[in-house]
Nanobody, 115 residues
Framework: QVQLVESGGGLVQPGGSLRLSCAAS????????MGWYRQASGKQRELVAT???????NYADSVKGRFTISRDNAKNTVYLQMNSLKPEDTAVYYC?????????WGQGTQVTVSS
């Protein structure tokens, strides 16, 4: 059974940085597209970034140039480096496959950008 565990969130001031990690169990990780998603309070979950097995990246316009997704297939881990954070980046961040599987949603990690 595949399990995804997110970590690395926290409280950061505007302009600051955070690095999120997503550790995956199971063999599925190395053969699929992975993505980071986020859900702000009162809003729908949205796709932030994706990365293919070979490392091809794609980003939502709202984070392009500020966020970087990466993956380590040997460690079954995907990362999200977030720089120049803005208050509107405040949300719970999740990782999942892309397209997402209902069975893989984890608890997420809270990112709060506030002064």
């Amino acid at each position: 059974q595949v399990q995804l565990v997110e970590s690395g969130g926290g409280l950061v001031q505007p302009g600051g940085s955070l690095r999120l990690s997503c550790a995956a169990s199971g063999r599925i990780f190395s053969i699929v597209v992975m993505g980071w998603y986020r859900q702000a309070s009162g809003k729908q979950r949205e796709l932030v970034a994706t990365i293919t097995r070979s490392g091809s990246e794609n980003y939502a316009d709202s984070v392009k140039g500020r966020f970087t997704i990466s993956r380590d297939n040997a460690k079954n881990t995907v990362y999200l480096q977030m720089n120049s954070l803005k208050p509107e980046d405040t949300a719970v961040y999740y990782c999942n496959t892309n397209p997402p599987s209902a069975n893989y949603w984890g608890q997420g990690t809270q990112v709060t950008v506030s002064s």
